[in-house]
């Protein structure tokens, strides 16, 4: 095979510009002939770093790929792209199976995916016949699957710890989305990786809005979600089979194109789910979380979580299902505290009481989080433990209005019934008695106390907000164990004595605005006439429609007009053989509209991304400018220079922003790493490059306005840079 250069090479073969996060230095480790664990987000691109070896190497990469369903979209995507790539599993007749092990042994595939299982079984007589093979690289996917820590361990992952015995000098890559500490350092163990470089990408995945939505009428809620979005594809995750099939059957009642999925199902009847939502034919797939793993569908543009997940590893993977094309998509959990109680019960792991207790913390790690108050984002990566700004901009918190309410007299209430019960209940029961409930659940000598019924104005949802938050703000206290109790502890007492007031921060949901742009806008009409030449390409070929192009690649054509097909290789996602192989039909549809409604291409205003535009008129420098930043040059700090100059401080910090955007200055002498790393990050965040006021609001006060403005110029230069 002719031997490209990496970027050529992503390009060629996959039509893509530039590396995501991590790619470019695991591509070039596993090149160098290192062991590899790479960690990167769903949806991240973590295919491509042993996609792209593959066809640079000499010999056959072996993928381990638990899957069956995600084997053959890989290999259909692959081969779309002109890359010899096949599949073993039980999907194939003996025959079919036969051609593709002749066709490895006489070197026509690069890449074979097989199931862990396949690999040791028959007596070692596979890992004999690779033995007689040049195996270049070894892919272990879904990495996490081998640990007995990790949230969807898999027995017959652990046969994979034999590899290395019998490929010693073959490279590994180990790849997954979601894993903690103690199972990433589980993984390089049982796969006896071999001092193994280690990548962890950021799991942000920014184009993705979370929401957390109390479950009450849950399924109204999901009704009216679904009213504004009835174009669009998505999965909702259900913990019952009965549920899939209920919320599936009660959604076709009331007009949706909604199928059920999930174990109960025979292997034929869950394919035809699968391949139809695949394809676009099914819209919405109700689920229980047997279904999703294996999908790689760019296009998904939400995730329900009708029920709580069971742990955030799951949640994080089963949410980043949505918007892998990059465009925006919605994450929504609707929440019950009672559904943790349930699951709690669900989750003794028989004669193994560590990994219980372990999947217990999980669980309640997952309760944590559905109700903390405060940026949903900032608490997902900071459980994978990567540091955030306390806020995203795109969750419910962070798009709600805060409203502050004095609540003691609430807060009283509920630490007098705490302390007349003798610490002894948890938070149901306390609510039930505040609220006068004559269920048989209450002690008949508590019904005699005085405070049994004084909350009864109060719903019991209501209720729970504000011991939530009594326990956020450390007002109260909850032992552990089996019967978590609530307990007074100093700052109770000062309430109940009437020396400490009580503050409540309640959401109120932002009224919506429109999103002003000034970039391009596509046309719908295009748009839609090339999902249709894509729809006919993809049918004539068998596979499902984001084979072929994903939807943000049409999205481009239907923006930039490419007119020619050297500005269709200029659109992300058409490699070399993509544009000779489906070029023409796109073209045809791109020419004609343009001709009919006389078009010119945007395609000049088309930059790869992160590539540095050309810019075609620098901003003047003033002498005065210039005279505050030679005696910076000189050891003057901006202080010094405004007294000398008998100047405000501010002023010379704007006589030197200039100075930042051209790199000429560097904005660490001004404002140090630490604070300038902070600002950066949450510019990043929020997208205020401008704007000041939004970011100084957002953080510690010792931060200045000038602070703010050198570090949005520094960010002005990195994006050129």
């Not at 690289?137 to 590899?163: K, M, N, T, V």
């Not at 984001?546 to 239907?558: P, R, S």
Request: with cysteine; glycine share 6%.
């Amino acid at each position: 095979m002719k031997q490209y250069p990496i970027h050529k090479a992503l390009k060629h073969f996959f039509g893509y510009d530039n590396f995501r996060l991590n790619q470019q230095v695991i591509i070039e480790t596993v090149l160098s002939g290192k062991d590899v664990m790479a960690i990167m987000p769903t949806g991240g691109g973590k295919s491509i770093c042993y996609q792209l070896p593959a066809v640079l190497l000499d010999g056959l990469t072996i993928v381990i790929s638990p899957l069956i369903a995600l084997m053959k979209d890989q290999v259909d995507a692959l081969q779309a792209n002109g890359i010899r790539a096949a599949y073993l599993n039980s999907t194939l007749s003996n025959a079919e199976q036969n051609t593709i092990i002749a066709a490895v042994r006489n070197g026509e595939v690069k890449l074979l995916y097989l199931a862990p299982e396949r690999l040791f079984a028959s007596g070692m007589q596979f890992v004999n016949f690779l033995g007689t093979l040049p195996c270049s690289l070894f892919a272990i996917d879904e990495a996490h699957c081998i640990s007995q820590w990790g949230h969807d361990f898999r027995p017959e992952y652990l046969g994979l710890s034999a590899l290395k015995q019998y490929f010693p000098h073959v490279p590994v890559i180990a790849l997954t989305a979601s894993a903690d500490t103690i199972t990433q350092k589980d993984i390089v163990e049982k796969l006896a990786l071999h001092q193994p470089q280690v990548f962890i990408s950021s799991f942000n995945r920014a184009n993705i809005n979370y929401y957390i939505q109390p479950k009450k009428k849950a399924f109204e809620q999901i009704i009216h979600y679904l009213d504004k979005h009835r174009n669009d594809s998505g999965i909702i995750y259900t913990l019952s089979r009965a549920s899939t099939e209920s919320i599936a059957g009660k959604l076709k009642e009331v007009g949706y194109n909604a199928a059920y999925y999930h174990a109960g199902m025979g292997n034929d009847e869950r394919s035809k789910v699968q391949e139809s939502f695949q394809r676009d034919d099914t819209k919405i797939i109700v689920a229980t979380i047997a279904f999703g793993m294996g999908i790689d569908k760019p296009n998904v543009r939400f995730v329900l979580h009708y029920d709580v997940p069971k742990n955030m590893e799951g949640y994080y993977q089963e949410t980043g299902r949505a918007g892998r094309d990059g465009l925006k998509s919605d994450a929504i959990l609707y929440y019950s505290s009672g559904d943790i109680s349930k699951l709690m019960r669900f989750i003794t792991v028989e004669n193994n009481a560590a990994q219980t207790n372990v999947l217990k913390k999980k669980l309640m790690q997952m309760k944590e989080f559905a109700e903390y108050e405060g940026c949903r984002r900032q608490y997902i990566l900071q459980y994978f433990g990567e540091r955030s700004p306390a806020y995203c901009g795109s969750c419910d918190y962070c798009l709600s209005n805060l409203e502050h309410r004095v609540a003691t007299v609430e807060a009283q209430k509920i630490l007098s019934a705490v302390t007349r019960t003798g610490e002894r209940y948890g938070v149901d029961y306390l609510i039930d008695f505040l609220r006068g409930s004559a269920s048989a659940k209450i002690i008949p000598a508590h019904k005699e106390i005085k405070t049994y019924g004084i909350g009864k104005d109060i719903k019991k949802d209501e209720w729970q907000t504000i011991v939530k938050q009594l326990l956020q703000q450390r007002l109260v206290d909850m032992e552990d164990g089996a019967y978590p109790a609530l307990k007074l502890n100093d700052a109770s007492r000062k309430i109940l004595r009437g020396e400490l007031e009580v503050t409540l921060v309640l959401k109120k949901p932002k009224e919506e605005v429109a999103e002003i742009s000034t970039a391009p806008q596509h046309h719908p009409a295009l748009l839609q006439e090339l999902k249709e030449i894509r729809r006919e390409i993809a049918e004539q070929e068998n596979v499902p429609a984001y084979i072929i192009v994903g939807d943000n690649t049409l999205l481009d054509m239907a923006t930039y007009l490419p007119l020619s097909f050297d500005g269709l290789r200029r659109i992300s996602g058409f490699g070399d053989y993509k544009v000779s192989k489906y070029g023409p039909a796109f073209m045809k549809v791109l020419q004609a509209y343009a001709a009919d409604n006389k078009l010119e291409t945007k395609i000049q205003l088309k930059t790869p991304k992160r590539e540095r535009a050309v810019k075609t008129d620098k901003p003047s420098i003033s002498n005065t400018q210039r005279t505050s930043f030679d005696l910076f040059k000189e050891g003057y700090d901006i202080a010094d220079i405004a007294a000398k100059r008998g100047m405000a401080v501010s002023t010379v910090e704007n006589h030197l922003i200039p100075f930042i955007t051209s790199g000429e200055l560097n904005a660490i002498k001004l404002i140090g790493k630490a604070k300038l790393d902070e600002i950066v990050a949450l510019i990043k965040q929020t997208g205020h490059t401008i704007a000041s006021k939004p970011l100084k609001d957002l953080l510690p006060e010792e931060y200045s306005y000038g602070d703010i403005k050198i570090a949005q110029a520094h960010y002005e230069w990195m994006k050129d840079a």
